[in-house]
């Protein structure tokens, strides 16, 4: 099995919070993530496939495609945007780095038509990555 990954980069405002919870809750909860003018993160995206090479191409899919794929289903959707109020797919999701990386996934699995999508890695931050393997 070979595994193959691409790195995309985005850049993206959010501000965590719960609509039911108080205003102090969730500072308690988020701190000065539940700013309620919002913070941004310079995000990268790392998408993976699993698979076996192609007999005729040798690779177990084009980084060409899975390129506009990551950027056509995912990133130009997301880039430059404030997510929690210019991205239909997170509407009514508070947009932690978990539930980011969830909605890439279902942007992105219905477009993979070579090898399969193993996982994907959003990094948040120097320190802090979420990775995702599907359902």
């Not at 998408?47 to 289903?73: F, H, M, S, W």
Request: hydrophobic share 35%.
């Amino acid at each position: 099995m070979i595994y193959v990954t691409r790195r995309s980069h985005f850049s993206a405002s959010h501000r965590l919070f719960n609509p039911k919870f108080s205003d102090e809750k969730n500072v308690d909860m988020f701190d000065k993530c539940a700013n309620p003018n919002g913070h941004g993160h310079n995000y990268y995206l790392e998408v993976c496939i699993a698979g076996e090479p192609n007999r005729e191409t040798g690779y177990v899919i084009d980084l060409k495609k899975l390129k506009r794929i990551i950027n056509e289903q995912f990133v130009d959707k997301v880039d430059h945007k404030n997510l929690n109020v210019d991205v239909d797919f997170l509407s009514g999701i508070n947009p932690t780095a978990e539930n980011i990386v969830i909605a890439a996934w279902k942007q992105i699995v219905p477009h993979i038509t070579e090898g399969t999508l193993h996982s994907i890695r959003l990094h948040e931050t120097e320190n802090n990555f979420v990775e995702y393997r599907g359902e």
